[in-house]
Nanobody
Framework: VQLQASGGGLVQAGGSLRLSCAASGRTFSSYTLGWVRQAPGKEREFVATISYSGSTTYYLDSVKGRFTISRDNAKKTAYLQMNSLEPEDTAVYYC????????????WGQGTLVTVSS
């Protein structure tokens, strides 16, 4: 599967952005999807994941209640709705995919930069 992330940009603290991850290639619904971010000088961290059916989600504690991950398997697209953004959310955001039965997220898109100004 090939992944293409988009939707990043510059926003003021308290604002919102929606990231999209468009997929092509193999069966989209066979993958768990995730959003991962990397801030300058910090390690990558998983922000949110969603199961292949959309029934199970995971959120990093610091984004719970502010971010929502979703997917539309018919459109082969995943989303990350980010509300109440904080300067600490500034990072490059990547979408990643994990094939059912595999342990690792083996497929990655290019990142999209999110900058939150205070």
């Amino acid at each position: 599967v090939q992944l293409q992330a988009s939707g990043g940009g510059l926003v003021q603290a308290g604002g919102s952005l929606r990231l999209s991850c468009a997929a092509s290639g193999r069966t989209f619904s066979s993958y768990t999807l995730g959003w991962v971010r990397q801030a300058p000088g910090k390690e990558r961290e998983f922000v949110a994941t969603i199961s292949y059916s959309g029934s199970t989600t995971y959120y990093l504690d610091s984004v719970k209640g502010r971010f929502t991950i979703s997917r539309d398997n018919a459109k082969k697209t995943a989303y990350l709705q980010m509300n109440s953004l904080e300067p600490e959310d500034t990072a490059v955001y990547y979408c990643a995919a994990q094939l059912i039965g595999r342990r690792d997220f083996g497929y990655w898109g290019q990142g999209t930069l999110v900058t939150v100004s205070s």
